[in-house]
């Protein structure tokens, strides 16, 4: 069994046609799904991209013991554990968070390629200047981020050039000289759709022809009052046309995988790490980060709740309910290679749904940054029920890397309280049914101290964790 997981960044499970969306052309991706297994219960783990792929890489709940951070040299990868029984293995990635810094995710791997450029990549120094398409104010962190961004792609000459497209590519011609190995793993993670939205513009004509205002590429991470109606819709123009150039460059890589006969005997993931506000909730982003503070917000559906599709040799296209996590994918993979599953692992092998010999996973998922800091939200889902609980943790003066990999002040929203959503009468979770149901929070509140301590987290965090939060 050869493995190929394929890891796009911020991709909106209801952007894709294979799970309902009406407007967006994802033609590639929606055909693999036609003849895969779909699953519609998969929900995110550790959040948001660093601590999502360490997740994967070693099967842990990793926002149980660690934020945004290198990945530790002694925790047990998933391409050692298949190194050890004869597998080789291919990285692949245009993702710079995982790979910048000494932060080392590509440990184990036989080999890795950086797909260089994007976002906070130190690649380019010209030009020295680049064109302003906006109000700096409305951007975030506009010299660190889109400034070097723009460096970066200053030099493309066609949409080959762009990043996912330069990814699947080397991917592809990975298999072209590897795909008659014995076993092989191949790993490859595109940060597209994540911003700035830089897809080429006739893929944006085709979701806002004729705008002619700003084009606010990177927005703040923020309450959508400091964008016009106009303005927010041309945002989410941007992040369609992104959606569809992934799935363009990522249908050239499925095309090659069909092409060399590897889907007798290749197990082939298509997941991603987290979704995005579009104006959900009245925010744009996945936190609110300024000059002045950086806070979580609930991890909503938009969030949350991920695309996760998987061809799987000899299996019949249906659509899955199991529940799964990222944490599941290392133990699923090692199982279906006939590798032991390492003691260190939190996440359980869905191998069993894959085969069609289980039908249920999870009891719940459990969802959430770094467990630990002021006023941190977890999200646990359970029988169509959506739980948001915060810590009652006090400390005020963490500083958190989250989302970009920039030091800023971890600090509580003005305003926080337990949630609760039943998903079946408000999926876009607008009205919150806490106070009517206190057994239902406390169950699902049980439910995530018992998940902590199954997985030996500290004392504090689940102490921090047993009692609501009350705002003081």
């Not at 049914?433 to 689940?462: C, N, Q, W, Y």
Request: charged share 25%; net charge negative; hydrophobic share 35%.
């Amino acid at each position: 069994m050869n493995f190929i997981v394929i890891v796009s960044d911020t991709f909106r499970r209801d952007h894709l046609g294979c799970y309902g969306n009406p407007w967006i052309s994802t033609p590639h991706i929606d055909a693999f799904a036609s003849n895969a297994l779909v699953f519609d219960e998969a929900y995110s783990a550790s959040f948001p991209t660093v601590p999502n792929r360490r997740d994967v890489l070693t099967g842990r709940f990793t926002a149980s013991y660690a934020g945004w951070a290198p990945l530790a040299p002694d925790e047990v990868v998933l391409p050692d554990v298949l190194g050890k029984h004869g597998y080789t293995s291919m990285m692949v990635c245009d993702c710079p968070h995982i790979l910048e810094n000494g932060y080392h995710y590509d440990r184990g791997f036989t080999a890795f390629e950086w797909i260089r450029g994007q976002e906070t990549d130190r690649w380019k120094t010209h030009p020295e200047k680049t064109r302003e398409m906006c109000d700096p104010s409305k951007i975030r962190n506009p010299e660190n981020l889109r400034q070097r961004h723009r460096r970066n792609i200053a030099s493309r000459r066609s949409e080959a050039d762009c990043f996912v497209a330069r990814t699947m590519n080397t991917a592809s011609e990975w298999l072209e000289h590897n795909y008659k190995r014995d076993k092989f793993l191949l790993y490859v993670d595109t940060f597209d759709p994540h911003e700035p939205w830089d897809a080429p513009q006739w893929y944006v004509d085709q979701y806002d022809p004729g705008y002619t205002g700003e084009v606010i590429d990177y927005p703040c991470y923020a309450y959508t009052d400091f964008l016009s109606d106009d303005e927010l819709k041309h945002c989410k123009a941007l992040y369609a046309a992104e959606v569809t150039l992934v799935d363009r460059w990522v249908g050239r890589l499925f095309e090659k995988i069909e092409d060399l006969g590897l889907l007798k005997n290749t197990t082939v993931i298509f997941t991603t790490d987290h979704g995005f506000l579009h104006g959900e909730h009245d925010i744009i982003g996945k936190a609110l980060i300024s000059p002045e503070r950086f806070s979580y917000i609930p991890l909503y559906e938009e969030i949350n709740h991920i695309p996760l599709i998987i061809s799987f040799p000899n299996a019949s296209p249906k659509r899955i309910s199991a529940i799964v996590q990222p944490m599941d994918i290392m133990p699923t993979i090692l199982e279906l290679a006939g590798c032991p599953i390492p003691e260190t692992a939190h996440g359980k092998s869905y191998a069993g749904a894959l085969s069609g010999k289980k039908q249920k996973h999870r009891d719940f998922a459990v969802s959430a940054p770094y467990l630990k800091g002021a006023g941190v939200p977890a999200t646990v889902v359970k029988d169509n029920f959506a739980a948001i609980l915060y810590s009652s943790e006090r400390n005020r003066n963490l500083v958190d890397k989250a989302v970009d990999g920039y030091e800023k002040k971890q600090m509580k929203e003005l305003e926080i309280r337990d949630l609760l959503f039943d998903l079946s009468k408000s999926p876009n979770q607008e009205i919150s049914i806490s106070e009517e149901h206190p057994e239902i929070m406390s169950e699902l509140r049980g439910d995530l101290i018992k998940f902590l301590k199954e997985i030996h987290t500290a004392e504090d965090i689940v102490k921090a964790w047993s009692v609501p939060y009350v705002t003081i």
